[in-house]
């Protein structure tokens, strides 16, 4: 798979998180996804985040650094939003916030088979 097209299929997948399109997460995600070293299967990593977006009612994914090199994406989001309640072990309680995720993928053919994420914490933290 080209660079190029491997980028698009996870610009699509961004959009289709954004509009919390749910019976199409698996045209992008492995029925046996794992997501940092735990296997989520498809069914447990779109609960991961259907619950994600109870926790952040204006939850959006916006792609700030994208780099595609087959068969792996490295990418930084950026979230501006408002988490309720607590969100990290962090009593956020609806103040907005703004932080990033560094992610990285990798695809088995054209479906994301593994995801290592890592929050920066420390951000919210400072801004609370």
């Known amino acids: 798979m080209a660079r190029e097209e491997l980028a698009d ?21 492995h029925d046996e996804v794992v997501h940092n070293s735990q296997s989520f ?3 447990g990593y779109r609960a991961m985040l259907e619950r994600d977006f109870r926790q952040i ?10 780099i595609a090199e087959p068969p792996r994406i490295a990418a930084r989001l950026k ?4 988490p309720a309640g607590t969100f990290l072990g962090l009593a ?9 995720e560094n992610v ?4 088995d053919h054209g479906k994301i088979r593994q995801v290592w994420s890592i929050i920066d914490k420390a951000a919210i933290e400072a801004q609370l």
């Open 57 to 66: 009612p204006d939850l959006r994914f916006d792609i700030e650094l994208l």
């Open 104 to 107: 990285f993928y990798e695809f």
């Open 92 to 100: 956020v309680n609806g103040r907005r916030v703004c932080f990033c």
């Open 79 to 82: 979230f501006t939003c408002t």
């Open 9 to 29: 299929i996870y610009r699509d997948y961004i959009a289709c998180l954004n509009r919390q399109d749910w019976p199409a997460l698996g045209k992008f995600v």
């Open 41 to 43: 299967g498809l069914n």
